[in-house]
């Protein structure tokens, strides 16, 4: 049972951070032209196209996207909160604040990861291949979270670093979480 509890949950959460990346990816105006944006495009379209009849974006943000990695996420936590209330491992009285909690706060720490993710990447092509197709979008996604830390972080010796104190606050974060 469990080894099947662990595959759904990674499919889910794939899914559920391809749907987040192409969210945050709109947001902070990436470009989807490249293979990153080609790969997200087309793994989430089953369930952002059919979303975007009902829920159109607006303020600048693809809302069907953070709908249905929602919506996904959502499903499977209740099932498996659902099942551990059938077993009489969870008492009955919270469920529905608990799912919704859980929710939340995965999608909140799958958010953090593809941040992390994404700072690590872009740290590791500036010294590899800055020119890499990857550098451009992994720029585009972080810069938001670098730019302020760079006003406050200067250059040591030619070395930026503001990834590295970017990464130790989500890391922070996610202890919250």
């Known amino acids: 049972m469990q080894a099947i509890v662990f ?30 944006g080609d790969f997200v495009i087309k793994l989430t379209n089953w ?6 009849r009902v829920i159109p974006g607006a303020g600048g ?19 498996i909160v659902g099942a551990a209330t059938r077993f009489g491992e ?3 009285a919270g469920v529905i604040p608990m799912i919704l909690w859980l929710t939340i706060r995965t999608l909140l720490r799958l958010s953090v990861y593809i941040l992390i993710g994404g700072l690590i990447l872009q740290a590791v092509l500036s010294w590899v291949n800055p020119y890499s197709p990857l550098s451009a979008p992994a720029h585009q996604l972080t810069r938001p979270i670098l ?6 972080v200067p250059l040591i010796s030619g070395i930026d670093l503001s990834p590295l104190v ?6 922070a974060v996610l202890m919250l979480l």
């Open 7 to 36: 595959l759904f949950d990674a499919i889910v959460s794939f899914f559920c951070a391809l749907l987040l990346l192409r969210f945050m990816m709109q947001a902070m105006r990436v470009s989807f032209a490249g293979q990153i």
């Open 47 to 52: 369930a952002v196209k059919p979303l975007r």
């Open 61 to 79: 943000f693809d809302w069907a996207s953070l709908i249905a990695a929602l919506a996904l996420q959502l499903l499977f936590t209740g099932i």
């Open 90 to 92: 969870v008492e009955g």
């Open 147 to 152: 730019d302020p830390i760079r006003r406050v």
């Open 166 to 171: 970017a990464i130790l606050l989500l890391q």
